[in-house]
């Protein structure tokens, strides 16, 4: 069967987010105790009992999603749940990159720390913020954001239907009432601050050569590329999409429709939420796609599997 492995970003946490995994499974339990060791935090008591502005910290959220994803997929792998494409929504695609095997656990947690710590630390007191637009034509929003003056970008092309800009608050609010004349809808993002966005460049150069130095493999199978939407299947394309990433936009819904182009049968969400599912079914409907959110959730995949 061919399957595809989706891995989520940042917006898909939430505190008690792995707790029925961690109880249920050997190989997620020991997944945290190594990224807690390697962050001298205890990871666990993070995502089970947050607290809620710890967790939604990009410091914090970034080590911890990456940390639950990849436990997630060991389980998987142990069921011997192969994929033949993999693809993973901003800091998700570096999740995706170490699950199959262009970096190891360390090194691949080490990236996400820093990437987290520096976002972080450059957007502080810059008074940006990302909001999503729904049911407008991302056309008609990029006509609107030639208007802006260069203070809002488009961060994600998340499907026909949403699009997600990052840019100054005072810019996004004048977006407001041209949404609600046609008839859309705009919704600020609890985030903290413009991610995929120009902002972030002095953050993006510092981790630009953080990857330069980081030692990489070729991917066991490809991964599709934010900044691409493009199969990634060498060492050299995975540090250009790295030292890429940070800034650019993401071309998810792109991606989405590369990816049912090359007939995948399965599509399966790695780790907490429902939200690459949802993003999914709005680019393809008929598209099949599975949660690993619980472990009912994972016994459903397995079944299925086991039928098919």
């Known amino acids: 069967?061919?399957?595809?492995?989706?891995?989520?970003?940042q917006g898909s946490q939430s505190v008690g987010m792995g707790r029925e995994l961690y109880r249920a499974y050997p190989r997620v339990r020991e997944t945290f105790d190594e990224c807690s060791d390697l962050?001298?935090?205890?990871?666990?008591?993070?995502?089970?009992?947050?607290?809620?502005?710890?967790?939604?910290?990009?410091?914090y959220t970034q080590p911890a999603l990456f940390t639950l994803s990849l436990a997630v997929h060991r389980v998987l792998t142990e069921y011997a749940v192969t994929p033949h494409w993999?693809?993973?929504?901003?800091?998700?695609?570096?999740?995706?990159?170490?699950?199959?095997?262009?970096?190891?656990?360390?090194?691949?947690?080490?990236?996400?720390?820093?990437r987290g710590r520096l976002m972080a630390e450059v957007l502080a007191g810059k008074g940006s913020t990302m909001a999503a637009i729904?049911?407008?034509?991302?056309?008609?929003?990029?006509?609107?954001?030639?208007?802006?003056?260069?203070?809002a970008w488009i961060a994600n092309y998340n499907a026909p239907t949403q699009t997600i800009l990052s840019g100054t608050r005072a810019a996004l609010n004048r977006l407001t009432e041209p949404v609600r004349v046609?008839?859309?809808?705009?919704?600020?993002?609890?985030?903290?601050?413009?991610?995929?966005?120009?902002?972030?460049?002095?953050a993006a150069d510092a981790f630009a050569r953080l990857v330069e130095d980081m030692p990489l493999q070729n991917p066991v199978c490809p991964v599709i590329g934010n900044v691409t939407a493009?199969?990634?299947?060498?060492?050299?394309?995975?540090?250009?999409?790295?030292?890429?990433?940070?800034?650019?936009?993401?071309?998810?819904?792109?991606?989405?429709d590369w990816l049912c182009a090359t007939d995948v049968e399965l599509f399966i969400?790695?780790?907490?939420?429902?939200?690459?599912?949802?993003?999914?079914?709005?680019?393809?409907?008929?598209?099949?796609c599975f949660i690993t959110e619980t472990p009912r959730d994972i016994d459903t995949l397995l079944r299925h599997l086991e039928e098919a």
């Open 1 to 9: 069967m061919n399957i595809a492995l989706l891995f989520p970003g």
């Open 39 to 59: 962050c001298g935090m205890d990871l666990a008591k993070l995502c089970f009992k947050g607290p809620r502005t710890e967790l939604n910290a990009t410091e």
């Open 86 to 114: 993999v693809a993973g929504h901003s800091l998700g695609e570096i999740t995706a990159m170490a699950a199959v095997g262009c970096m190891d656990l360390a090194a691949g947690f080490s990236l996400v720390r820093e």
């Open 134 to 151: 729904e049911g407008v034509s991302p056309e008609v929003i990029e006509n609107w954001l030639a208007e802006l003056d260069d203070s």
């Open 182 to 202: 046609a008839n859309g809808k705009l919704m600020f993002l609890p985030v903290s601050g413009a991610f995929h966005s120009p902002l972030l460049a002095s």
């Open 230 to 256: 493009m199969p990634l299947t060498t060492e050299a394309d995975i540090r250009a999409e790295l030292r890429a990433q940070m800034c650019a936009t993401v071309r998810w819904s792109e991606s989405m």
């Open 269 to 288: 969400e790695v780790g907490h939420g429902k939200m690459l599912k949802g993003l999914l079914l709005r680019n393809v409907r008929d598209a099949h």
